[in-house]
């Protein structure tokens, strides 16, 4: 019966002219997807690098909005779509693999969800996170002109003011607001940690309260994002 079983089927390869896939192409296969997957974890944590550095500006923004204005949700909105994009993107290759298959949905997500909280956590000591943040906000025209320049950093009549710093006196610093307004800043009574540097060409975060049509005194003055991530990444090497 074997025996018959086993000629019939070598019958049928021989005349369907049956060749055998090389063991090649399931190892590039498996290599390709696993570089796939390497490839979007990476950018899920940078993803979530940059929701969580929006989350915090969000809840800074909440301890300083005036007239009950609720901060503006984009910029968090837009990274968290895309981490979690990412996320499921990289559960459904993971699944694809000779050990994904063999868990439930729940658990390869909780698995791929973990390495990239730690990524996080890793990429956020080194300061790598803000130094992309900053450099994605600033150069690429869809954020730095609809996530950011329209969004809760360009209200100075609620509290908040970004731009770059033209000048600098002893109390007060001359800014270029993020739509080309120039300012003066009184800064005598703010508070700015030493991760912020105050000087000419550097761009900063500012909370506080409008004097008038151009004057804004400052409470409290942040480095604009990835400055302080910046500064921590090349300490970290010294």
Not at 38 to 50: E, K, T
Not at 175 to 184: H, P, V
Not at 207 to 234: L, N
């Amino acid at each position: 019966m074997k025996s018959t079983t086993k000629n019939s089927i070598l019958s049928r390869i021989k005349k369907d002219h049956i060749r055998p896939i090389p063991r090649i192409y399931f190892q590039v296969a498996r290599i390709i997807l696993w570089c796939i997957i390497v490839f979007v974890l990476f950018i899920a944590i940078f993803f979530g690098l940059f929701l969580l550095s929006d989350a915090t500006d969000l809840f800074r923004l909440g301890w300083y909005h005036n007239n009950g204005l609720t901060p503006s949700l984009l910029p968090s909105l837009f990274w968290g779509v895309l981490f979690l994009f990412f996320i499921l993107i990289g559960v459904f290759s993971f699944r694809k693999t000779t050990k994904g298959y063999q868990y439930s949905m729940l658990r390869n997500f909780l698995i791929f969800l973990g390495m990239i909280l730690l990524g996080v956590g890793i990429f956020r000591f080194l300061g790598v996170g803000p130094l992309m943040h900053a450099y994605l906000a600033e150069n690429i025209p869809f954020l730095s002109d609809t996530i950011y320049r329209l969004s809760s950093w360009n209200e100075p009549e609620n509290g908040r003011i970004a731009g770059t710093i033209q000048s600098r006196d002893t109390d007060s610093i001359l800014l270029r607001s993020l739509d080309g307004k120039i300012w003066k800043i009184y800064t005598n009574r703010s508070f700015h940690s030493e991760m912020t540097k105050i000087e000419t060409g550097e761009k900063v975060r500012i909370f506080g309260t409008i004097r008038s049509g151009d004057s804004f005194e400052a409470d409290r003055i942040f480095p604009w994002f990835g400055q302080g991530g910046k500064k921590r990444f090349f300490q970290f090497f010294e």
